[in-house]
């Protein structure tokens, strides 16, 4: 009979027979001051060996090497290991990771190995955030958007605060789910407003553009929500959205039990400081033109002003943009 009539079990015990003739190695689990040694089959990654051990580790990816949260800290045996693929070495270098730190999804070791996981079995998307670097904080480019609802306080004067609560966890809601559908990062909650941030895992032009994809998205989901809550408004919500990008400190901040991933620096100021000026022009959106830039999206039907920003000896062009549903974006 041949190999392919075979039910899929007996293929099976014939490619374990197979690998069970070749060396497997040794992998030495180190996890606070525990340690454990399993044995790795030849072909196997690191992850898939822990979970044929019963070892819970985080990959939410599903084990693709399209996050960063099964990384594992590497000791000895790594100066035997092969060089990330571009792939691997792609994924770790969007978190600035060491050069022992490694996905256990991609590695797939020759030799006996020592690793230490560096999350939690439970991380979330939103952990694979929390490299090595974000910890003490580190310099990188990223955009930086700052979101303001218009009068607020006029809301609370017709509302009772209950249901002022209701309306803003309704709209802080639409907000964060936009950013995770446009790779957006929430970093700061201030009352009426919030920052985000984007670029934690993508370079420069893309988070550009998808800093400008999810303000088309956020104002066309306000007015979704402006609809469906008419009945609770005493007028529509409105917003002013205001972003630059440039270097900023990024790490996280707060308190031990609770913190976030959020940036500081020259640059988030003055993003901060164009979500101001969208009142000054009656607009939704005032963007600098080096985001735009970076974006490599033409503007050029949207008014282009010269301003001085507080901190910055020279002025910076930025463009105010009325309607932002009108974004020459990329679709999503």
Not at 153 to 178: G, R
Request: glycine share 8%.
């Amino acid at each position: 009979m041949d190999c392919v009539d075979r039910p899929c079990s007996h293929r099976r015990a014939i490619r374990n027979g197979v690998l069970k003739k070749r060396k497997s190695v040794k992998l030495y689990y180190k996890h606070f001051r525990e340690s454990q040694v399993f044995d790795i089959p030849p072909g196997w990654s690191v992850l898939e060996a822990l979970r044929a051990s019963g070892i819970r580790h985080a990959s939410v990816c599903g084990g693709r090497g399209r996050c960063t949260t099964c990384r594992v800290k590497v000791g000895e045996g790594m100066e035997h290991l092969l060089q990330p693929s571009s792939s691997e070495a792609g994924v770790l270098k969007r978190i600035s990771a060491p050069d022992d730190v490694r996905l256990a999804c991609q590695l797939h070791p020759a030799v006996s190995l020592e690793i230490t996981p560096l999350l939690p079995a439970t991380a979330a998307p939103v952990d694979g955030l929390s490299g090595p670097g974000y910890v003490q904080g580190q310099e990188r480019k990223v955009v930086i958007m700052f979101i303001d609802i218009r009068e607020s306080t006029k809301l609370a004067e017709h509302k009772l605060p209950f249901d002022v609560v209701f309306i803003l966890n309704q709209f802080f809601s639409e907000m964060a789910d936009t950013l995770e559908d446009t790779g957006g990062h929430y970093a700061q909650f201030n009352g009426d407003g919030l920052m985000a941030l984007y670029g934690l895992e993508s370079d420069l032009q893309e988070a550009s553009v998808q800093a400008l994809q999810g303000v088309q998205q956020m104002m066309r989901r306000l007015e979704i929500l402006n609809q469906r809550l008419s009945v609770e408004l005493h007028q529509p919500l409105r917003m002013g959205i205001g972003i630059h990008c440039g270097d900023a400190i990024v790490g996280q901040m707060g308190p031990p039990k609770t913190p976030i991933v959020t940036a500081l620096g020259d640059n988030v100021n003055i993003a901060a400081r164009l979500e101001a000026m969208t009142k000054e022009f009656g607009a939704e959106l005032v963007v600098s033109l080096e985001t735009v830039s970076a974006a490599e999206i033409d503007f050029s039907a949207f008014p282009r002003h010269e301003v001085d920003v507080r901190g910055r000896e020279t002025q910076i062009g930025v463009y105010a943009v009325e309607d932002s549903k009108s974004l020459p974006v990329p679709a999503i």
